[in-house]
């Protein structure tokens, strides 16, 4: 009986964010090869990297070869000049950051970034539904939980975006951002989101 409420949970989680009608791709490292639209295989790069270090620019990045269909989302880091196969992704995972550099996918996707202010603050207040939705996770304590795109503003840096219901109030999100050795959580309103 317990598997059953926690499976019918997430069930109901899945289909609570999963109702947004945005597709994303996900392109191979190997095989991106471009940031222009107009060519097979581009990705987006979205900013440069973590403190405005411009001599390399980040990406979203996923795992992609987990044979028990795990998955998880972080940032993907190349020198400005070199191969897209040349990225390394930056996964935040329970306090720490793993560090790929084979078996990954960067992502091709529009959108913009919004940060929350009296101008925008319609995006953040509707919680996920103008947000991209990236992924789901399929292991640990958090199954079925989706996985969205944001962006820490003091630095920078790339991460994912998880919401937690909070009672009446709906929902809060905070941004986990591998920086360091670390995941570091930017809570609320310290990040932008991807929105479409």
């Known amino acids: 009986m317990k598997y059953m409420n926690f499976s019918v949970a997430v069930t109901l989680i899945a289909m609570t964010f999963s109702s947004q ?3 994303v791709t996900w392109v191979n490292k190997n095989v991106a090869q471009s940031n222009d639209p107009s060519k097979a295989g581009y990705v987006t790069m979205l900013v440069d990297h973590e403190f405005s270090d411009k001599s390399r620019n980040a990406y ?25 196969s040349q990225s390394a992704c930056y996964i935040p995972w329970k306090g720490k950051e793993y560090k790929r550099t084979e078996n990954f996918d960067l992502l091709q996707v529009g959108g913009k970034w919004v940060a929350p202010s009296s101008t925008t603050s319609h995006y953040f207040n509707s919680g996920y539904s103008y947000d991209i939705h990236l992924d789901s996770y399929s292991f640990g ?17 790339l991460g994912k ?5 909070i ?30």
């Open 21 to 23: 009608s945005w597709a």
């Open 60 to 84: 979203l990045c996923r795992e992609n070869d987990r044979s028990d269909g795990l998955t998880n989302v972080g940032k993907a880091i190349v020198e400005k000049g070199k191969p897209l």
């Open 141 to 157: 304590d958090i199954i079925g939980q989706p996985i969205y795109a944001c962006m820490d503003l003091r630095t920078g840096t």
């Open 161 to 165: 975006l998880m919401y937690v219901l």
């Open 167 to 196: 009672s009446q109030q709906g929902y809060v999100g905070t941004c986990y951002v591998p920086m360091g050795g670390r995941e570091h959580a930017v809570p609320y309103p310290g990040y932008a989101k991807r929105v479409n």
